[in-house]
């Protein structure tokens, strides 16, 4: 079963407006780290988040991470038709049998122009 | 630096054949994972190798096997393929933490 959970599924907003997503995870992690994924192609890693960590900023991009309720967003500001992907958190944690990454269902961002 | 390359990128097969997937990570990377991609149930992690063993292992059956080479490349084998099988392939190699991905290998069974 996945580990990470994304909300929304889909989200559909204006070119210009900020993007919100959410993702909640059920154990403990050593990072967190978001994903984004245009039309079925390969994944492009964005930010890694450690848990440790509360907050992270990358350009647009600005990650939070709250430990004790095992959650985290990602908020891409003023966004633009090329955001138009869908975005995955995976979450890094020790486990049985080692290091294991596991992703959420991820959300489908459609910013229209 | 080039990036993670995976082949072939699509692949046709029929029930019951086998098929061999390859992932080249980027130089001086030792860290490969595959993950398997379907619109049923997402991203889900097959297996890890780190210099050549296999570090990790996710909940799929013994159907498929994976191994790396010395020079890091690793190749996935999918053996008695099951309509099931059909998805989106991803390879990713690790220095650190951060894992960068390859473009896929789309394998449908038909």
């Known amino acids: 079963s996945q580990q990470g959970e994304e909300d929304p599924q889909a989200l559909s907003i204006q070119e210009g407006e900020n993007a919100t997503m959410n993702c909640s995870y059920k154990?403990?992690?050593?990072?967190l780290q978001w994903y984004r994924q245009n039309s079925g192609r390969g994944l492009v890693h964005l930010i890694l988040?450690?848990?440790n960590e509360r907050e992270k900023h990358s350009g647009r991009l600005r990650v939070t991470l709250d430990t004790s309720k095992k959650s985290s967003s990602l908020l891409i500001t003023a966004s633009r038709a090329a955001d138009t992907a869908s975005y995955f958190c995976a979450t890094d944690r020790w486990g049985t049998g080692g290091f294991k990454t596991i992703f959420g269902a991820g959300t489908r961002l459609f910013v229209k122009a | 630096k080039a990036g993670v390359t995976q082949t072939p990128r699509y692949l046709i097969k029929t029930r019951g054949q086998q098929v061999t997937l390859s992932c080249s990570p980027i130089?001086?990377?030792?860290?490969v994972s595959w993950y398997q991609q379907t619109p049923g149930q997402g991203l889900q992690f097959l297996f890890e190798y780190f210099s050549e063993t296999q570090r990790n292992k996710g909940n799929f059956p013994g159907r498929f096997s994976g191994r790396q080479f010395s020079n890091s490349r690793s190749e996935m084998n999918v053996s008695t393929l099951e309509l099931g099988d059909s998805a989106l392939y991803l390879c990713?190699?690790?220095?650190?933490?951060?894992?960068?991905f390859g473009p896929g290998t789309r394998l449908t069974v038909l």
């Open positions: 154990t403990s992690i050593n990072n």
């Open positions: 130089s001086g990377h030792r860290s």
């Open positions: 988040i450690r848990s």
């Open positions: 990713a190699s690790s220095l650190t933490d951060e894992q960068f």
